[in-house]
């Protein structure tokens, strides 16, 4: 039988756990109430990449009768939640945190902001590189007598697809030191595994992205350099360890 001081212990980590997501709910809904005026705004910012290439007279269409309402609102509340992200994470550090000894607080924190950050460096680089690419390519090859004229909602999961393959690949580095903190792996096979990790690159990226060498190449190419980033900190960070131990 549980004791009870266990069970109260339980029941208000339970309550405490429904308070802070509780908090991260408003947080998010406070934040997509203040951006609801400019939703349409927030969605032409969106479309921006897909509006500049398109060819003289293209435009991009509703083929749905609530499309032009949702499809707006969905990308605020996906700005709604980048912009409460440090809120977020805060209530989650705040609950994790004193379960934590002080040397994996140490090298947690940092952690959680560096994939914040490279999470948003990716989603970045998709849009202000990847997408003009992407989008004046498969533009320019449409057949003669084609109007491009795309949908909004389909122009939407494509990019949240996209955002989504980038973010996750700029994660990599993070991925890469973990492993080798836990002691998963070493440095020395990480560098063995090179070329492994270079042809599954452009097999990654040729799963999540459009049927074209360029964003193929735009994936693969920062995939694999993000992985020397991981592993050339994760060597820095195991000397480092070792000094502090001699």
Known sequence: ???????????????????????????IIVVFVALFHWSGDIYHLLALPMLNSLPKGGQMVATEVTTPFFVPMKVTMMAAFLISLPHTLYQA??????????????????????????????????????????????????????AVMTDIGHYLDFVLGMFLAFGVTFEVPIAVILLVRFGVVSVAKLKEARSYVIVGSFVVAAVVTPPDVLSQVMLAVPLWLLYEAGVIVAGWLDNKTDDVAA
């Open 1 to 27: 039988m549980i004791p009870e001081d266990a069970q109260q212990t339980f029941i208000s980590h339970l309550i405490e756990l429904r308070d802070r997501l509780l908090r991260i709910f408003v947080g």
């Open 93 to 146: 550090w705040s609950f994790i945190a004193p379960g934590l000894y002080d040397h994996e607080k140490k090298m947690i924190a940092p952690l959680v902001v560096a994939s914040t950050i490279l999470f948003v460096v990716g989603m970045a680089f998709a849009y202000f590189l990847v997408f003009p690419v992407v989008f004046g390519f498969m533009n320019q090859v449409a057949p003669s007598g084609v």
